[in-house]
């Protein structure tokens, strides 16, 4: 296991690289805030995860946490495929990988779309049985000469409980994905039974939200059922035999906390479900956070120190438009962050608690009440560290800011590249005409 691609990004390298860019003029006054990513990083993540479970397994990267084309080809260039959530997304990992390394996964797509998606060849994963009954539809429909084998799974929801955060846990009684295994456990049978083109069990269980155990507990529970509905089709012979098991590993956003590395998440899966990494089995796997959180961050420029309310508050460049679920639930999503001056060097100083707020205009665009951090000064450079998951992905058009420039870089002194111009106001026009 590659040790040094798993800790967060050390403020030194952050530093060195923010110099680096400005001696390399990548930085210009109108780049208010820019995002910056380690894509050497990156590709160890994607490394890290192929190395810990068996050849053979398709692992797929969920494109909603990150779907910047250029990370997307250093992750398929590892040999990735790609997990899609909309018509949008599907796209553009076809712009990035074959058809046979795409993914389908969403609680509404509509029948054009599983159409489309089916001529393709992605496979899909149906999240109801309404779906699964749209799909022998659309396959019954198909001319027998249709080039691509229809690949189908469904997803199912364990109900082995919320984790920590409730909005992030897909596994609890209710949940809106998935089919709850125990209580529609015959139809799912039947189901199976009745469908020789369903071959593929999903489960994700939340992003975030619960400890490996829990997601591993989950994956047992799937695939008793996917053995049982291997036992009912007797003769026929097995017919589940691709088993996805979704995304959610944890990553460590404060320092202090500790998150499973990928082989250790591994190690438990292989001793609560050893089936699953033997020959009858073809695994998929649709990591999203895990691959890219701590592979990016964003620096802002501090455009004014407020004081007022007893409390001295930065206000930045980035905010909810970026950090939607930072500023809606400050106390769950908490960045580190690290100040540096205008020239890039860290400052010092002994700690004061800092607001952190972002440019937006309503009062809960708010990235942090309580941040510890050196005295900053207007100008400085606030860096967000691990915001390379579900953050710049969750882009808004509110207030109509432009979204910043992206910077890519490979590993401590290597090559930069400016991955995404800042955007340009006349694209902010358009998209309100
Ligand atoms: C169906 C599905 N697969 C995979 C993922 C990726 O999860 P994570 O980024 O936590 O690994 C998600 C995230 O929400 C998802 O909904």
Redesign the pocket.
Known sequence: MNAAVGERIPPSELSAAYRRALELGLLSGDDTAALFIDLQRLAGRARELREAFPDGALHTA?V??APLPPLLRCLAREGMGL?V?SLGELELARSVVPAERIVF?SPAKTRAELAYALDLGAAINADSLDEVARLAELIAARPASAAARPRIGLRLNPQVGAGRFAYTSTAARYSKFGVPIAEFREALLEAYRAHVWLQGVHV?IG??ACAPEQMVEGMRVALDFALEANRRAGAAGPRVRIFDI????PVAYADGDRAPRMAEYAALLRARCPELFTSDWRLVT?????LSAPCAWAASRIEYVKPGGGARTLIIHLGADMLLRECYFPEHWRHEMVVLDAGGAPRGGPLERHVVAGPLCFAGDVLSFEQELPPAREGDILVIRDVG?YTFSMWSRFVSRQFPKVIGYHGPGGEFEVLKEREGLGRVLDFWQ
Not at 246 to 249: I, Q, S
Not at 286 to 290: A, D, K, S, T, V
């Open positions: 969920a909603k946490a997990e959530a996964d994700h992003s975030q979704g995304g959610g590993l649709e990591f999203g956070r895990y998951a």
